[in-house]
């Protein structure tokens, strides 16, 4: 089975950076995912990691270790608008499909 | 927005019955994805299609199915409802069905089981 472990809540101050940790047990990994979701609507894409290193879109980065089992996802200059869940999602390629296994999100408080 | 249109928005409706939700992929999109989040769960992937074919399965009950169409929207039916089965269903699609494709999100079916 897949095992996915991320903070159930973090807070951090405005314009400050949060570091997000997810760590995953899983076989047949095919990639790992950061999605955002406010509170009642859809996940949107954040990064995609299949490869190890680190990721730059912006304010926001995410980094993979596959030979850990760990990524985490940064953010920069936050704002008030971050405040989200942050959910980390491993794919794992089955029989030509892919299952995507979510963790139970980080609640991220962004405060003045 | 991100292209994938779901319906209905809400639904209510009694334990026993069976609702059937709708999707509609991003234009040029051939995979489908359906998901269900709850308070207690978060999100649960329940089963892809891609062009027509079922690609993988997830925690999906039996009684739920779902189809995707030769016009590439899907539908999940869900029947012999439960209290439990109260929750948020959401839709994904993406361009391919590898897994290696970000996927876009559908607004959700926020159906209520009483």
């Known amino acids: 089975g897949q095992n996915i472990d991320q903070p159930t809540e973090m807070t951090a101050t405005e314009g400050a950076i949060v570091q997000i940790n997810c760590t995953y047990q899983?076989?047949?990994?095919?990639?790992l995912f950061w999605y955002q979701q406010h509170a009642g609507e859809a996940p949107t894409f954040l990064s995609y990691?299949?490869?190890?290193g680190l990721e730059e879109k912006g304010r926001f980065s995410s980094f993979l270790s596959r030979s850990k089992g760990y990524s985490y996802l940064l953010l920069k200059e936050l704002q008030m608008k971050d405040s989200a869940s942050y959910l980390c999602?491993?794919?794992?390629?089955?029989?030509?499909?892919?299952?995507?296994?979510f963790g139970t999100g980080t609640q991220l408080k962004v405060e003045l | 927005d991100s292209g994938v249109t779901q319906t209905p928005k809400h639904l209510i409706t009694a334990t026993g019955q069976r609702v059937t939700l709708r999707c509609s992929p991003r234009?040029?999109?051939?995979?489908v994805y359906w998901y269900q989040q709850s308070l207690d769960q978060g999100l649960q992937f329940l089963i892809q299609?891609?062009?027509?074919?079922?690609?993988a399965k997830g925690n999906i009950l039996e009684r739920f199915s779902a189809q995707q169409f030769p016009d590439l929207h899907s539908e999940l039916n869900l029947s012999s409802l439960e209290l439990g089965d109260s929750a948020l269903y959401f839709c994904?699609?993406?361009?391919?069905?590898?897994?290696?494709?970000?996927?876009?999100f559908g607004p959700g079916t926020r159906l209520t089981v009483t």
């Open positions: 994904a699609s993406s361009v391919e069905g590898t897994g290696a494709y970000e996927q876009y």
């Open positions: 899983t076989s047949g990994f095919n990639g």
């Open positions: 990691n299949v490869l190890d």
């Open positions: 999602a491993v794919t794992i390629l089955t029989g030509g499909g892919n299952k995507l296994t």
């Open positions: 234009s040029g999109d051939l995979s």
């Open positions: 299609y891609y062009n027509g074919e079922e690609r």
